[in-house]
């Protein structure tokens, strides 16, 4: 605390302070009645008293308006907040899967995901007759499972997740 005291009260000030002190001192002299004399020297006192008073206290306040105080015991978290809509991509490039027809698509042929190896890919994306080998059978499964391929590759485009990690949302064991 003295160290404030110190910066906030320079030598000028302090020459200017006896200065006015010594001025009051000369004048009381002047004074002729000892009783009047007695409370203009009390008077006095106490005014330059509470002028010292009130310039430190100014100084000590912008002292402790500048800096910061001791940081204090970090409190209990609180709970979650609400969850937000799924966002849209738009300030990272690397958002997404990139490919993701080519990666549900070669998913559910490599692991013979509905259960039929005769499924090609172009029977899967476009099922007609031709393209799946005049297979009536191979066709009907084909259009039955065409919106579920294509509820996934929405998913999949609408991700944020990694491959690898979506995989076991878009295809639950059958």
Do not use: H
């Amino acid at each position: 605390m003295s160290e404030s005291i110190n910066s906030n009260v320079s030598m000028t000030q302090i020459i200017i302070f006896l200065f006015v002190f010594i001025l009051f001192i000369i004048i009381g002299m002047t004074i002729g009645d000892n009783n009047l004399k007695i409370s203009y020297f009390l008077v006095v006192s106490l005014a330059l008293f509470t002028l010292v008073n009130l310039y430190l206290t100014i100084g000590y306040y912008k002292d402790l308006r500048n800096s910061g105080g001791k940081q204090g015991m970090r409190g209990p978290p609180g709970s979650d907040g609400m969850r937000g809509d799924a966002g849209v991509c738009t300030f990272s490039e690397k958002c997404g899967i990139k490919n993701c027809e080519d990666q549900v698509y070669n998913y559910i042929i490599d692991n013979d995901y509905f259960d039929n190896s005769d499924f090609t890919r172009e029977c899967l994306e476009n099922p007609t007759l031709q393209n799946c080998n005049n297979d009536e059978e191979l066709l009907k499964k084909s259009i039955a499972v065409k919106p579920i391929i294509n509820e996934q590759i929405k998913k999949c485009k609408n991700s944020r997740k990694d491959w690898k990690s979506l995989v076991n949302d878009l295809f639950p064991p059958v």
